[in-house]
């Protein structure tokens, strides 16, 4: 719905900001409010247990995410802003540009980085209000063009606190923030709907892929018992064997890191772990032989396993080769598998290596010691069911065209998220700039 407008305006002086309610006044934010009042002293005791929130720790509309609770002494020395019921916490970091929050009754030993601005409103202000004010695009956007440096771009805060702050009554401050509430209220909920959404959507394609893979797509073909707990029963006429008896196993180029930046085509983790095809123009570059490449080169039908990494659930993501990448080689942090000819047609390995019941073997599988660890051995004894080639290519097929309908809606549903937190972020900025008038706006009138 559109909002009413305030009957009278004033130029604000402020090229950006345009006109505003010609009652409302226009300061520095420090005019009227405080910053980095407290800070943690450096003779406090060691053993005095602090809950630490790095710039990390605060997320866009969601607040403070994560927070540590540790010992003074364990403390990384950029814990020093001491957080008050009320403040407003502000990264100053361009990074974290959006890393905002309202502190709502902390507990007494809530620290925040030196990389937050800690903003104190004094009694001529709502920290409701202030809230949102910090957080509208107006403001992101002079913190953008008042930051300086390249490689971490920051802004220091007392020039933060220099840009022009807008200041309705006290009394229109306490409403426009409680509209607020309400509204960013109703489209978190809508998009949190939309999220939980794409969830379902993205379990509906691993659960197509599943079963394509273990069940075929004939539902009145004659099943036989495969032996093995997380397939149960697959087609009477497939083959159930270990991945060992299907092709070879290969290890990853291990090589001194001066040899990358340069050279030759190099398939990193990375390409493997966010792609379901390896990618046909890899990420790396590195100074291979030809030794090497004869060893670890990526053919037409290869497969590419993760084979270590500190999460369980980031072991054994495969990638499927589409295309024979010449000169190329893989990461030592890979393991690669060639299928003997007439196997396994490329296009259904992509989606038999990645379905959820392999993920869910390896898991059980896993060697873990500080890292975990895929071994070719256990590589090696993965159960697959294979199809006749022409029949594997049906099923690829159909999964494509299945998968692809969801894509479709996942896509739509991530373009109304994206439209819904571009409402948000509107709705903010022209309530704290006075575009529309919220006074006497009940709950159902602003819905």
């Known amino acids: 719905m559109s909002f009413p407008r305030y009957p009278n305006y004033k130029a604000s002086g ?206 009145d073909a004659p099943m036989k018992d495969s032996g093995i707990e997380w397939l149960g029963e697959v087609p009477e006429h497939w083959r159930v064997m270990r991945l060992a008896h299907c092709g070879r196993l290969q290890n990853g180029l291990s090589i001194g890191g001066e040899a990358f930046g340069t050279g030759d085509p190099f398939v990193s983790y990375g390409d493997v772990y966010n792609n379901a095809n390896v990618p046909e123009v890899p990420s790396g570059l590195v100074q291979s032989t030809v030794a090497d490449q004869e060893k670890c080169g990526i053919e037409f039908g290869d497969v590419l396993f993760t084979r270590t990494s500190e999460a369980v659930d980031d072991i054994g993501i495969a990638s499927t080769c589409l295309r024979t990448i010449p000169h190329a080689t893989f990461a030592g942090f890979l393991i690669r598998f060639r299928p003997h000819e007439g196997t396994l047609d490329p296009s259904y390995s992509t989606y038999l290596f990645r379905n959820q019941g392999v993920k869910e073997h390896f898991a059980g599988t896993m060697n873990i010691v500080t890292r975990a660890s895929l071994s070719q051995g256990e590589l090696k004894s993965l159960p697959i069911c294979l199809p006749p080639l022409a029949e594997q290519r049906d099923i690829a097929e159909e999964i494509d065209t299945k998968t692809e309908q969801v894509r479709c809606l996942i896509d739509r549903t991530a373009r109304a998220i994206t439209l819904l937190q571009e409402r948000r972020s509107a709705l903010i900025s022209a309530a704290v700039t006075g575009q529309i008038d919220v006074r006497g706006l009940t709950g159902s009138e602003a819905a």
């Not at 956007?141 to 933060?160: F, H, K, M």
Request: zero cysteines.
């Open 14 to 219: 402020v090229m950006w900001l345009g006109e505003v309610p010609e009652h409302w006044g226009i300061a520095p934010l420090k005019a009227v409010t405080s910053h980095n009042d407290e800070v943690l002293a450096e003779d406090t005791p060691p053993d005095y247990e602090i809950a630490y929130v790095d710039i990390s720790g605060v997320e866009t509309n969601a607040g403070i995410t994560t927070k540590e609770t540790m010992p003074f002494a364990a403390a990384p020395s950029r814990a020093r802003r001491r957080v008050r019921h009320g403040d407003v916490i502000v990264s100053t970091v361009r990074t974290y540009l959006r890393a905002i929050a309202r502190i709502v009754h902390p507990e007494d030993n809530l620290i925040a980085s030196t990389g937050f601005a800690v903003i104190r409103p004094r009694s001529t202000l709502s920290a409701e209000f202030v809230g949102y004010m910090l957080s509208a695009n107006y403001f992101i956007e002079q913190v953008i063009a008042r930051s300086t440096g390249v490689s971490y771009p920051a802004i220091n805060a007392s020039e933060l606190v220099a840009i022009p702050a807008l200041l309705p009554p006290l009394p229109e401050q306490s409403a426009i923030a409680a509209f607020l509430d309400r509204e960013t209220a109703k489209i978190d909920a809508l998009i949190a709907e939309q999220q939980r959404l794409i969830e379902l959507l993205q379990e509906k394609r691993q659960t197509v892929i599943s079963h394509a893979v273990t069940k075929g797509l004939n539902p």
